[in-house]
């Protein structure tokens, strides 16, 4: 497992500052996860070792939700889908196959679990994200292209839209 810089918590996490406070490093969300997507933070930063990430590279997050209803601490918040921002996805449409006109390439609008809102296919064709976005990285993990990227949302309490090409 990754354990880079941009790794993702779980759904419902609370603001970074607060989560740490309230982690209580029990491993029960990746217990719990039958995706496997979320793995215990390992290294020496005392502050952050053993606290729960998702590296959708690796593996995404399905919004399945169990992780955030099970957390004992509420430091993962049991929430409604629609209220999810673990990130958001950055669609760089210079590496993408359809907006490139190379093939025809549906795969990250397919697999969008929440497509109705996050994402929608600009002519019919061209995937394009909206500011709805969940952060999943389920688009991230089946691009072929490495076109998209999700970026964390922990440290911020306001987003960006994601869509606009680089
Ligand atoms: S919502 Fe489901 S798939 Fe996503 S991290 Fe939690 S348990 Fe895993
Ligand atoms: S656009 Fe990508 S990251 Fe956002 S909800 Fe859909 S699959 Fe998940
Ligand atoms: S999966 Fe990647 S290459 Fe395919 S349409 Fe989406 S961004 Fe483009």
């Given at each position: 497992m990754g354990q880079g810089k941009r790794f993702l918590r779980p759904p419902g996490a609370r603001p970074e500052?607060?989560?740490?406070?309230?982690?209580?490093?029990?491993?029960?969300?990746?217990?719990?996860?039958?995706f496997d997507c979320i793995k215990m933070r390992r290294?020496?930063?005392?502050?952050?070792?053993?606290?729960?990430?998702?590296?959708p590279k690796q593996a995404p997050c399905h919004l399945c939700m169990r992780c955030s209803a099970i957390c004992p601490s509420d430091a993962l918040l049991d929430?409604?889908?629609?209220?999810?921002?673990?990130?958001?996805?950055?669609?760089?449409?210079?590496?993408c196959y359809t907006w490139t006109g190379e093939l025809m390439c549906r795969?990250?609008?397919?697999?969008?679990?929440?497509?109705?809102?996050?994402?929608?296919?600009?002519?019919?064709?061209?995937p394009v994200i909206t500011d709805q976005c969940a952060g999943c990285g389920?688009?991230?993990?089946?691009?072929?292209?490495?076109?998209?990227?999700?970026?964390?949302?922990?440290?911020?309490q306001t987003r960006t839209d994601s869509s606009e090409g680089a």
């Open positions: 500052k607060e989560f740490l406070a309230r982690c209580l490093q029990c491993g029960q969300c990746a217990q719990v996860c039958i290294g020496f930063n005392f502050f952050v070792a053993g606290t729960p990430e998702i590296n929430i409604p889908i629609e209220k999810v921002h673990m990130g958001y996805a950055k669609l760089d449409r210079s590496k795969s990250c609008y397919e697999r969008c679990p929440i497509k109705w809102r996050a994402m929608y296919l600009e002519g019919g064709m061209n389920l688009c991230e993990h089946v691009c072929p292209k490495g076109a998209i990227e999700v970026i964390p949302t922990r440290f911020q």
